[in-house]
């Protein structure tokens, strides 16, 4: 039982910012990563950004430099605050959560956030 909500997606202008947040609740692993996806109409669903419970960061190549990720442990709260934003970024967004045991691992989707940046 964990529950994803989203929040912070919508329209904006090329070169402009937005923050995505995510508040994960339920019965939490300690060993586990948090992150965002993004996909857009005819293409596959791609990692953006993810945070490791210790804090380790990992980006895909395109946002480098323009996104950031955080987390809050206390809270259990992934923001991700993208700045500089292109056409390119408009998808939906989707905040994802996987903690594992020594017995399971699982993931957890959050409903998606519609991004549109235009030009």
């Known amino acids: 039982q964990v529950q994803l909500v989203e929040s912070g997606g919508g329209l904006v202008q090329a070169g402009g910012s937005l923050r995505l947040s995510c508040a994960v609740s339920g019965t939490i692993y300690s060993n586990n990563v948090m992150g965002w996806y993004r996909q857009a109409p005819g293409k596959q669903r791609e990692l953006v950004a993810s945070?490791?419970?210790?804090?380790?960061?990992n980006y895909v190549n395109s946002v480098k430099g323009r996104f950031t990720i955080s987390r809050d442990n206390a809270k259990y709260t992934v923001h991700l605050q993208m700045n500089s934003l292109k056409p390119e970024d408009t998808a939906v967004y989707y905040c994802n959560f996987n903690h594992s045991s020594s017995w399971f691992q699982r993931d957890y989707w959050g409903q998606g956030t519609q991004v549109t940046v235009s030009s």
């Open positions: 945070i490791t419970s210790g804090g380790t960061t």
